[in-house]
Structures are given as C-alpha cells and as structure tokens.
C-alpha cells in the first residue's frame, strides 16, 4: 500500500487485551501507518510493539472517560482518520456512553469505515480498496426523499 493511513484504536477495558493481540497480529500493517489511541490503549500497543522490537507512530490522546473518545470523534470530523477500530464492551455499562455514541455517530455520518470487532478489522483493514487509486468513496447524501 502506497497511502498512509491513520487509523484511530480504542478499546474499552475489558477488550484492551483483544486489541493487543490484534495489534500484534496485525503489526507489519499497522506500523507502516499512524495510529491514534485513546490513551490507555495506546500506551498498551506502545508497550506490546516495543516488547516485540516493533516500530510504530502511535499518538495517544486522552483517555476515553477524559475525552479521547471526543478527541478521535473531532479528528473524524475533520476527516483526519482513514479507518477506525473500536472494540467496544458491549457487556458492561460505560460512564462516557455519549462520547462513545458521539464517534460511532461521526464516523457513520462523515462515511469513515469503523469496525467494532477483530473480524470487521481485519476485513476492513485488508480491503483491496485502500491500493486503487481511482477509487473515491462517495459522499453521504442526506436528502429528504419526497415520493
């Protein structure tokens, strides 16, 4: 892949331990691009790359419960994330659920593929789409449709 992407990493406590593993295993793709975690996460990644030997551009914002959720969500709005991964605990009640609302919301309505699971990720992530260069994803059309 010739484009360098930025690709926003967050991941709720309980599935911190889902994205190191996936961003280990996924760590030749991602170290050729910027990443930008909220910050626990990424201090993590930082940790397991270095651990691995494994050099990265790993920006970390604040925490999700101190803003990192919003800081990614403006960073969408500006169109300055490629692709987001976000392994969301489903299971478990989150203090800062309207942050997290607030960035699903952002990168659905400014069209910035997001996955919330490994699965999605890795499809997304390896999507012949990110090499062709003729490929422009289309502009969300909010139009009231009249019959």
């Known amino acids: ?12 406590d309980r599935r911190k331990v889902d994205m190191i593993e996936w961003a280990v295993h996924n760590a ?29 551009n790993i920006i970390c914002m604040h925490s999700g419960p101190l803003g990192g959720d ?19 605990d ?13 960035l699903l919301r952002q990168c659905r309505v400014h069209n910035i593929p997001i996955a919330c699971n490994r699965y ?8 012949a789409l990110w090499d062709d260069d003729t490929y422009v994803p289309m502009e969300p059309k909010y139009i009231h449709f009249k019959r």
């Open 1 to 12: 892949m010739n484009k360098k992407l930025t690709i926003a990493l967050v991941a709720h």
């Open 28 to 56: 030749q793709f991602l170290s050729e691009h910027k990443m930008v975690c909220t910050g626990t996460t990424g201090g993590l990644v930082r940790e397991a790359f270095e651990k691995e030997g494994i050099r990265a």
């Open 70 to 88: 919003a800081e990614i969500a403006a960073m969408v709005v500006r169109k300055e994330i490629d692709l987001a991964i976000f392994l969301i």
């Open 90 to 102: 489903d299971l478990s009640p989150q203090p800062h659920e309207a942050d997290i609302q607030m």
């Open 120 to 127: 999605s990720a890795d499809l997304m992530m390896t999507s």
